[in-house]
């Protein structure tokens, strides 16, 4: 018989009480009703080696070979060293001018950012790195993981790591579990793996304008533009990019339909969507894990940094400038909008109650944690300015705030019946030795760090198992006894072999 509970939490000045239907799970998970919350906390940005390259006994830095690290120029041949790496450059520049902060001669292998002759701490926010889908499946290349600068617009950046025992994150790992073989669960970026966090599915634009797709050649990577150079030692490459494949699949940031967009509503229309007007992605219909969740009773909810000021900065006229909605003016949070998975699906359109009920602001949570009432099921993501998002965000402000909440839920109610993961959307364009495993047209793709922090989670452990992000899909199914999605990979973990549940 299943067990049944109450979740309380409060948005907008009412209060929500949902009965909860927690379904006993199968005898070959003998421990997991215990499982009363699983927290995710998806943070920005890095691969697995950037972050976790040195961490004692996972699988590193060290153990890369020559053949893994060593880059090729986009002929495909060694190159002789690193090509400097380029400053963000004005709209419409050419991309070959080096960042000063950065030696122009790095021999061809990974280097420290944090370390002489570079220096730069973590509290310093590098340029961003560009990370799309098809430029993810050429960095891989076959599992050679040999053109991460080949495609990447910030030269040898691409290959920049961090001692990160400095990080108050690094603790934790030490302490609970850190899976070093956990794999992004879509090519590309933060977009698509939002996506295949909720859904495991891949978005639907079929009415998008021709000019989106790609040009890709024989091998499906995208093809150089005339003006390209054609040595990554004399510039970053100039590639023909896209949105949206030729069968009407929506790959590269596309903005959400529903505010906060950073499309604003048009003059005179409905503030709370959008403007028609502009191409954003169609509302999706494909089942999510909110729908599977729902579906059994089970409660959730969806926790953003900065959510309800966003919701109230789209609202404004179009003429007005943003104030919340990616911007860091005024220290703005900078709330991104594509990061906000639900937001691009009907079912929690403006207007909706699920919408109401589901997609809250962080405030909801940390309330939630102190008060020791949270959903079954909660995910969190931080506003920008805390999300590691190089460009805009610097790691050690995020990691501290992850590590803070990390702290929060251990010191409340909720720990004793909580699993924690914390994990990263995509590499963020920094490369990483291992290959990703065989999978299918969508990933998975390069490794990224993930850390299960419980009174559940094995200690001082390193989970060597192989998963991607639809292993979270995969617990929380397990534990709940959900419809399963079919985005879901077969041979993905499902995160119990990092967990003690036996009586």
Same mark, same amino acid.
């Given at each position: 018989?299943?067990?049944?509970?109450?979740?309380?939490?409060?948005?907008?000045?009412?209060?929500?009480?949902?009965?909860?239907?927690?379904?006993?799970?199968?005898? !070959?998970?003998?421990?997991?009703?215990?499982?009363?919350?699983?927290?995710?906390?998806?943070?920005?940005?890095? !691969?697995?080696?950037?972050?976790?390259?040195?961490?004692?006994?996972?699988?590193?830095?060290?153990?890369?070979?020559?053949?893994?690290?060593?880059? *090729?120029?986009?002929?495909? !041949?060694?190159?002789?060293?690193?090509?400097?790496?380029? @400053?963000?450059?004005?709209?419409?520049?050419?991309?070959?001018?080096?960042?000063?902060?950065?030696?122009?001669?790095? +021999?061809?292998?990974?280097?420290? %950012?944090?370390?002489?002759?570079?220096?730069?701490?973590?509290? *310093?926010?590098?340029?961003?790195?560009?990370?799309?889908? /098809?430029?993810?499946?050429?960095?891989?290349?076959?599992?050679?993981?040999?053109?991460?600068?080949?495609?990447?617009?910030?030269?040898?950046?691409?290959?920049?790591?961090?001692?990160?025992? @400095?990080?108050?994150?690094? &603790? /934790?790992?030490?302490?609970?579990?850190?899976?070093?073989?956990?794999?992004?669960?879509?090519?590309?970026?933060?977009?698509?793996?939002?996506?295949?966090?909720?859904?495991?599915?891949?978005?639907?634009?079929?009415?998008?304008?021709?000019?989106?797709?790609?040009?890709?050649?024989?091998?499906?990577?995208?093809?150089?533009?005339?003006?390209?150079?054609?040595?990554?030692?004399?510039?970053?490459?100039?590639?023909?990019?896209?949105?949206?494949?030729?069968?009407?699949?929506?790959?590269?940031?596309?903005?959400?339909? =529903?505010?906060?967009?950073?499309?604003? +509503?048009? &003059?005179?229309?409905?503030?709370?969507?959008?403007?028609?007007?502009?191409?954003?992605?169609?509302?999706?219909?494909?089942?999510?894990?909110?729908?599977?969740?729902?579906?059994?009773? *089970?409660? /959730?909810?969806? =926790?953003?940094?900065?959510?309800?000021?966003?919701?109230?900065?789209?609202?404004?006229?179009?003429?007005?400038?943003?104030?919340?909605?990616?911007?860091?003016?005024?220290?703005?949070? =900078?709330?991104?909008?594509?990061?906000?998975?639900?937001?691009?699906?009907?079912?929690?359109?403006?207007?909706?109650?699920?919408?109401?009920?589901?997609?809250?602001?962080?405030?909801?949570?940390?309330?939630?944690?102190?008060?020791?009432?949270?959903?079954?099921?909660?995910?969190?993501?931080?506003?920008?300015?805390?999300?590691?998002?190089?460009?805009?965000?610097?790691?050690?402000?995020?990691?501290?705030?992850?590590?803070?909440?990390?702290?929060?839920?251990?010191?409340?109610?909720? /720990?004793?019946?909580?699993?924690?993961?914390?994990?990263?959307?995509?590499?963020?364009?920094?490369?990483?030795?291992?290959? +990703?495993? &065989?999978?299918?047209?969508?990933?998975?793709?390069?490794?990224?760090?993930?850390?299960?922090?419980?009174?559940?989670? @094995?200690?001082?452990?390193?989970?060597?198992?192989?998963?991607?992000?639809?292993?979270?899909? &995969?617990? %929380?199914?397990?534990?709940?006894?959900?419809?399963?999605?079919?985005?879901?990979?077969?041979?993905?973990?499902?995160?119990?072999?990092?967990?003690?549940?036996? +009586?």
């Amino acid at each position: 018989m299943a067990n049944t509970r109450i979740a309380t939490y409060v948005f907008g000045g009412a209060t929500f009480v949902l009965l909860s239907s927690c379904a006993a799970p199968p005898a !070959s998970r003998a421990g997991l009703e215990k499982i009363q919350h699983i927290v995710v906390i998806y943070a920005e940005n890095r !691969s697995f080696d950037h972050l976790y390259g040195l961490f004692p006994g996972a699988n590193g830095i060290a153990n890369a070979t020559r053949e893994q690290y060593t880059q *090729v120029d986009r002929d495909g !041949s060694p190159l002789p060293k690193l090509p400097p790496v380029w @400053k963000t450059p004005p709209p419409g520049a050419t991309n070959n001018v080096p960042d000063p902060a950065f030696p122009t001669d790095l +021999p061809n292998r990974p280097f420290r %950012i944090d370390a002489p002759p570079i220096n730069l701490p973590m509290s *310093v926010a590098t340029r961003d790195v560009i990370h799309e889908f /098809w430029r993810n499946q050429e960095q891989i290349n076959g599992g050679r993981n040999d053109r991460f600068v080949a495609a990447s617009d910030a030269g040898g950046l691409a290959m920049g790591y961090y001692d990160g025992s @400095k990080l108050p994150l690094w &603790k /934790w790992a030490q302490e609970y579990t850190l899976a070093d073989n956990f794999f992004m669960g879509a090519y590309g970026g933060s977009y698509l793996n939002h996506m295949w966090l909720v859904c495991a599915c891949t978005p639907v634009d079929p009415t998008a304008p021709p000019a989106l797709q790609p040009q890709l050649d024989e091998r499906g990577w995208l093809k150089p533009r005339p003006n390209s150079p054609t040595s990554v030692l004399s510039g970053a490459p100039i590639l023909a990019g896209g949105e949206v494949t030729s069968d009407g699949y929506s790959v590269n940031t596309t903005q959400p339909p =529903y505010e906060p967009s950073r499309v604003p +509503p048009a &003059k005179g229309g409905d503030p709370r969507f959008a403007d028609p007007a502009q191409h954003t992605l169609p509302p999706q219909t494909a089942k999510t894990i909110g729908d599977t969740l729902s579906a059994a009773g *089970v409660s /959730w909810a969806w =926790y953003a940094g900065a959510w309800d000021l966003a919701v109230e900065d789209g609202m404004q006229p179009p003429e007005l400038p943003r104030r919340v909605i990616y911007t860091r003016a005024d220290n703005a949070p =900078y709330f991104v909008a594509h990061h906000q998975p639900f937001n691009y699906f009907a079912r929690f359109a403006p207007g909706t109650a699920d919408r109401a009920l589901h997609l809250l602001d962080y405030a909801a949570l940390a309330s939630g944690i102190d008060r020791g009432v949270l959903p079954a099921v909660a995910f969190y993501k931080p506003q920008g300015v805390l999300n590691e998002h190089p460009g805009y965000a610097d790691i050690q402000s995020g990691d501290q705030h992850i590590a803070d909440l990390l702290a929060r839920i251990k010191a409340s109610p909720l /720990w004793t019946s909580t699993v924690v993961i914390v994990t990263y959307d995509e590499n963020g364009g920094f490369w990483d030795h291992v290959p +990703p495993p &065989k999978g299918d047209r969508w990933g998975p793709a390069t490794r990224i760090p993930t850390l299960i922090v419980s009174p559940f989670a @094995k200690k001082g452990y390193v989970d060597h198992t192989s998963y991607d992000t639809t292993s979270i899909i &995969k617990l %929380i199914t397990l534990r709940f006894g959900l419809e399963p999605l079919p985005g879901v990979r077969a041979g993905a973990g499902d995160l119990t072999a990092a967990l003690e549940l036996a +009586p």
